[in-house]
């Protein structure tokens, strides 16, 4: 088990940034490739980013060059950087745990979610 607690969502204009946590406990952090996916209503949940057990790091399109995905294996903890933030980077941002790398929203483990408002 897994309990995965996200953080750092907030309120921030266009163009401006926001650092997302993501704080991990119970098994082995290290276990895990990590990811970020976020959902707006009625809509399916999308991938961010993910970061595999050895730090290689993978971005959707809309994100790259603008999100920057890292991990701290000492502090089990998962971040992510989102700078020249746009309205359409509005959703609910979830952190997830899985043992490969995938882009699926099929992560084994979740957390909670953050809400990431962008306003124009």
């Known amino acids: 088990q897994v309990q995965l607690v996200e953080s750092g969502g907030g309120l921030v204009q266009a163009g401006g940034s926001l650092r997302l946590s993501c704080a991990a406990s119970?098994?082995?952090?290290?276990?895990?490739?990590m990811g970020w996916f976020r959902q707006t209503p009625g809509r399916e949940r999308e991938f961010v980013a993910a970061?595999?057990?050895?730090?290689?790091?993978y971005y959707a399109d809309s994100v790259k060059g603008r999100f920057t995905i890292t991990r701290s294996n000492a502090e089990n903890t998962l971040f992510l950087q989102m700078d020249r933030l746009k309205p359409e980077d509005t959703a609910i941002y979830y952190c997830?745990?899985?043992?490969?790398?995938?882009?699926?929203?099929?992560?084994?483990?979740w957390g909670q979610g953050t809400q990431v408002t962008v306003s124009s």
């Open positions: 997830a745990a899985h043992p490969y790398l995938t882009a699926l929203p099929i992560y084994r483990y």
């Open positions: 119970g098994n082995t952090f290290t276990n895990y490739t």
């Open positions: 970061i595999s057990k050895k730090s290689n790091t």
